[in-house]
């Protein structure tokens, strides 16, 4: 069974940067999509952005220009890089496939001042 191990959430004011990462076990790697998605505080689960094995990459409308995805599949290892931080991207962000299937326990993101 493949599971997700998220770090990299903190306290950040507006403006502020932060890079997540994402470790995944099991042969998450072989193919297919990886992605980020977040939940805040009564919110449903959305998806940020997602990437190929081969590099295509999407992402959501609200983040695109300010966040970037990467992977590295010799380190089965998935990176989000956040910059321009706003008070709206407060989240519990989490890492899985696209579709998802089980779901690691996410790190938090707080912008504010």
């Known amino acids: 069974q493949v599971q997700f191990v998220e770090s990299g959430g903190g306290l950040v004011q507006p403006g502020g940067s932060l890079r997540l990462s994402c470790a995944a076990s099991g042969s998450i790697f072989s193919d297919g999509y990886m992605a980020w998605y977040r939940q805040g505080s009564g919110n449903q689960r959305e998806l940020v952005a997602r990437?190929?094995?081969?590099?295509?990459?999407n992402y959501a409308d609200p983040v695109r220009g300010r966040f970037t995805i990467s992977r590295d599949n010799a380190k089965r290892t998935v990176y989000l890089q956040m910059n321009s931080l706003k008070p709206e991207d407060t989240a519990v962000y989490y890492c899985?496939?696209?579709?998802?299937?089980?779901w690691g326990q996410g790190t938090q993101v707080t912008v504010s001042s």
């Open positions: 990437i190929s094995t081969g590099g295509t990459i």
């Open positions: 899985n496939r696209f579709p998802p299937t089980s």
